[in-house]
Nanobody, 121 residues
Framework: QVQLVESGGGLVQAGGSLRLSCQASGTIYRIYDMGWYRQAPGEQRELVAT???????NYTDSAKGRFAISRDNAQNTIYLQMNSLKPEDTAVYYC???????????????WGQGTQVTVSS
């Protein structure tokens, strides 16, 4: 059994900052790529940023220069530091992770439950 739990969402004024966290737990053998996605009301879920086990990162254009993804492999945790937030960043933010779990041995993508980020103008 593997779980991803996000935290750190909330309400912030435009120009402000938030830091999201996502911790994986359970029967984890290894975590490969991890990432953050978001879904605004009436929109499809979209990529925000990804990070490999070795720390290589990738960002969507709207996140470049404002958001920073990082991970702590010892804690099975990823973070998303979001600065200069805009009202259009308002969405539910989800983390995901490509995890090889044991008991039984299965590798697949897991998703967290999401955390709401609301940016007021």
């Amino acid at each position: 059994q593997v779980q991803l739990v996000e935290s750190g969402g909330g309400l912030v004024q435009a120009g402000g900052s938030l830091r999201l966290s996502c911790q994986a737990s359970g029967t984890i053998y290894r975590i490969y790529d991890m990432g953050w996605y978001r879904q605004a009301p009436g929109e499809q879920r979209e990529l925000v940023a990804t990070i490999t086990f070795g720390g290589s990162t990738n960002y969507t254009d709207s996140a470049k220069g404002r958001f920073a993804i990082s991970r702590d492999n010892a804690q099975n945790t990823i973070y998303l530091q979001m600065n200069s937030l805009k009202p259009e960043d308002t969405a539910v933010y989800y983390c995901n992770a490509d995890i090889l779990s044991h008991t039984p041995w299965i590798q697949r993508l897991y998703w967290g439950q999401g955390t709401q980020v609301t940016v007021s103008s």
